[in-house]
């Protein structure tokens, strides 16, 4: 089991900025790629960025260049760090991370999801 926790979501003003952290505890040595994805109401949740397998950033996921994500091992804790506001990205920001167990062989994925943090970005 992984576990993982959000925190540093808010309101913010458009052109302000916001880091999000997400703790993971648990099994954290399993973990082999993380990332964040938001959801606004009445919307389908979409990926904002993500980390590849060896923990660089995957570019297809950027978010529009004003969104950075990057993970401290050490803390078992993944960031994103969001510049550059605009009201459209108000959103629940939710935390992801895949985790992998057994060998090689007969490995065996489980998908792990935070609860969520509010981002409100006012005009």
């Known amino acids: 089991q992984v576990q993982l926790v959000e925190s540093g979501g808010g309101l913010v003003q458009a052109g302000g900025s916001l880091r999000l952290s997400c703790a993971t505890s648990?099994?954290?040595?399993?973990?082999?790629?993380m990332g964040w994805y938001r959801q606004a109401p009445g919307k389908q949740r979409e990926v904002v960025a993500a980390?590849?397998?060896?923990?660089?950033?995957n570019s297809a996921y950027f978010g529009k260049g004003r969104f950075t994500i990057w993970r401290d091992k050490a803390a078992h804790t993944a960031y994103l760090q969001m510049n550059n506001l605009e009201p459209e990205d108000s959103a629940v920001y939710y935390c992801y991370a895949k985790s992998e167990v057994g060998p090689v062989e007969k490995v065996v994925t489980y998908d792990y999801w935070g609860q969520g943090t509010q981002v409100t970005v006012s005009s």
């Open positions: 648990g099994r954290v040595r399993s973990i082999s790629a």
């Open positions: 980390l590849n397998s060896d923990w660089s950033t």
